[in-house]
């Protein structure tokens, strides 16, 4: 198992409303990427913040915003949520300037 | 951007056969090509990873292979057991510019099942 953990495990929200993940990241790794992952198919990148700023982004509209803690954990934020983002969302810490990523549990949204 | 295309979608192996997972890559400037293994409900789990510098990486029962080349990569599994069963994705990392920026991108996944 990974250092790397998530909260909530389950969530359900409907449409319109906003939702904050947390993710705590493994001791000592400094840079957090968010992923969703739909079911079937493979995470995508949301995502990666490093020393407290964004530091690349996949194809996710603004409503996804994020945020990085000085003691390394993070959050997600989606904003006037739709059906669509019904998945679950995946952070993964890393070393500063290391590719390798390791995961958390996955926080399972489902919107109704 | 950076595309990974990932074969067979599902893969049925008798216990003790052997398993072999393909993926290509477009982004000829992606050079860390991790896999890694999802059982149901449970969290990715890195299993093993290749660098572009390297053609090839043994980790007792599982093997990666690179071809930069060709732009493809592959995982092999040995002597399969029950306990391979799971869904296994490749990725490639394409690096952005600065400091800490990788962003991995994802096959869509192989359902493995081993038949005891």
């Known amino acids: 198992e990974t250092g790397v953990t998530q909260s909530p495990t389950h969530l359900i929200k409907t449409r319109g409303q906003q939702v904050t993940l947390r993710c705590s990241s493994q001791?000592?790794?400094?840079?957090v990427s968010w992923y969703q992952q739909a079911l079937g198919q493979g995470p995508q990148f949301i995502f990666q913040?490093?020393?407290?700023?964004?530091?690349g982004r996949g194809n996710f509209p603004p409503r996804f915003s994020g945020l990085q803690f000085p003691n390394y954990s993070s959050e997600l934020n989606v904003n006037a949520l739709e059906l669509d983002d019904s998945a679950l969302y995946l952070c993964?810490?890393?070393?500063?300037?290391?590719?390798?990523?390791?995961f958390g549990p996955g926080t399972r949204l489902t919107v109704l | 951007g950076e595309n990974v295309e990932q074969h067979p979608s599902t893969l049925s192996v008798q216990e003790g056969d052997s398993a072999v997972i393909k993926c290509t890559y477009s982004?000829?400037?992606?050079?860390?090509f991790p896999w890694y293994k999802q059982e149901l409900g449970k969290r990715p789990q890195l299993i093993i990873d290749?660098?572009?510098?390297?053609g090839e990486k043994k980790d007792q029962r599982i093997a990666v292979t690179l071809n930069k080349t060709a732009k493809h990569f592959s995982l092999h599994i040995t002597e399969t057991q029950p306990e391979d069963s799971a869904v296994y994705f490749c990725?490639?990392?394409?690096?952005?510019?600065?400091?800490?920026?990788?962003?991995?991108?994802f096959g869509k996944g192989t359902k493995l099942s081993v038949i005891p």
């Open positions: 993964a810490s890393s070393l500063e300037g290391k590719d390798t990523q390791y």
């Open positions: 001791s000592g790794h400094n840079t």
């Open positions: 913040y490093y020393r407290e700023e964004e530091n």
């Open positions: 982004d000829s400037a992606s050079n860390y």
């Open positions: 290749i660098r572009s510098n390297v």
């Open positions: 990725a490639a990392i394409r690096a952005y510019s600065g400091a800490g920026s990788y962003q991995l991108t």
